[in-house]
């Protein structure tokens, strides 16, 4: 009676009290036949010895694993630790995640719309998914279905909520980015800190570091959207990778063990985590550092918003009805000398060269470089835009300040004079140019497409015509008083002055005016061409006589007895005459 009262309290103590013996599942009492072998003693005694010899055997007791989750293999485990094998729901959701995981890494910010869309998808599926297996199916036939229901209807309802509102989008961005940082953190560390109750740590830590990033990112904007959009598409990245190969933890259910109850818990995280920890942060770094350096790098504008912008729209690819390019240089005189092809040549490369000093930061707004027009070394007299073109290997470092060689007007031999050049200057010319390539157009509209696309000055091409003026013999201009009224002298008037049919014909009449404006007229005849700088257009410009817009251009004569000149600003109808003839006190 003594060892059955000691094994019936044995058996009766608590298991924590038991070193030794490993807790299985109750099981069902068996018939056992009635023998002497049989009997309570000797069973129990029999347990006893087990129980002494298996304490003498083992060095370390065997844990107690009071933690062990059972779940059934099946199609649920997006959120429980890994299965056996990779089922088809989540294997073709997973893979679908290892997709949208680069695209939001790389291309977060540049798509955010879509990239709100995946992660509200991601937050509103996951949520439901986890709502519906804790909660609100209980049935195992229909658990499954209603499950995988939920997070397709959820994911899809909190994806287009975000895409559609921007401000909701961007918070949505933000809390992933939290919660994808909260999820490397935990797993790696943070768990620490509630070993008891991991996931507590895990809910209270998540929903701080989710808010706080959410609301930065709707305050903040751009670079937390890159940093949160990297984060988590690095997350669904490599954890999408990990559900296939194995091994990568779940973070509410990370492996532990209680060697005994009430005492410390062990955590046993595979070894891979940390191989997926840094591969998580090395596709973060490169998703945000290509978002910062290409993908998301804003357009540079293809119109300047200062001055000389677009007012109104005219429904031809959005076309403006004025527009005029920036960093124009002020205007040159080429004197009497045959270069109008070479300052509106040197007018292409003066404007190129200011803009892109100017975005650099070599040069300020207020400030160019005078390039020169001597610098030919041959001869000026003739030529055509298109030599910079052709010639363009030789040339390419023979553009030079006009500091070094200043424009000379006298025609008598001086294109070859430069005294500023020397072996050295022309071996250290900082100055340089590349052609990429060469258009021509001939028709208004696609040249105004032109100008306003590329926001680049371009050499303009036109015929130079004389006007031939016709005055009609009458009253003073008698036949009697004047003698090229006589029969012999006089020419038959146009059809507009029908009341007489004898003319006195005035050539040499030019195609423009006080105004600067070249105008056209029926008596025009061609003989020869000029070049100069295109640099705008308005359409909406009422001309002194009556004429409706027209191109802009930077001309290379100076102001004189039967021409002037404006200034852009008029042109572009900026300023009011008024304002142009005190700043511009040349103007007619």
Known sequence: MLLLSYGAHTMAQ????????TIAPNAEPLAVPASELNNSVVLLLSAGIRDVMTMKSLAVPPAIRTNEIVVDDTDLDLLRPPQSKVHAISGITTALSIVSGAFVAILGFKMRRLAALLCGFAVGGLSCYALATTVLFSDPSSIVLGAWLSFLVGGLLVGVICMLVEQVGNFVVGASGGASMTILIHISFNYLGSPSNP???????????????????????KPLLIVATGLTGALEFVWGIGYFVGQYPCVIALPRTQYLTGGAWHYDNPSAWWVYLSA????????IGLQFAVTAVDAPPKKPQDLHHATRKSGHRDLPFKFAVSHVTPRKDQSMRGTCWDFATIGVLEQSYRAEAIR?????????VSFSEQMWKNSTEGGEVAVLYYLQYGLKESVFPDAICPYLNDNNGSDSICPGLSDTR???NPISFTIRSMETWYED??????????????????????????????????HDSDPHCSVDQCTLCPPEMAATTCCIPLKGGRNRNMEGEFFHHRGMTIEGG???????????????????????VKNSWLDGPTQGSHSLAYWMQEVSDWEERVVCPNSY
């Open 14 to 21: 608590p298991p924590a009290h038991v070193v030794g013996i």
């Open 199 to 221: 996931n507590a740590a895990l809910y209270i830590f998540g929903a701080i570091l989710s808010l706080t990033l959410g609301l930065v990112a709707v305050l903040m904007g």
């Open 280 to 287: 998580s942060l090395a596709v973060a770094i490169v998703g």
């Open 360 to 368: 650099k930061g070599y040069l300020t707004v207020n400030q160019y």
């Open 426 to 428: 022309h071996a250290d």
């Open 445 to 478: 509209l696609t040249i105004k497409q032109q100008l306003f696309a590329q926001n680049k000055a371009m050499a303009l091409s036109t015929p130079v015509t004389y006007v031939t003026h016709y005055y009609p013999c009458l009253s003073r201009f008698s």
């Open 530 to 552: 000029h070049a100069m700088l295109l640099v705008g257009y308005n359409d909406a410009f009422l001309t002194r006589d009556g004429y409706t817009g027209g191109l802009i």
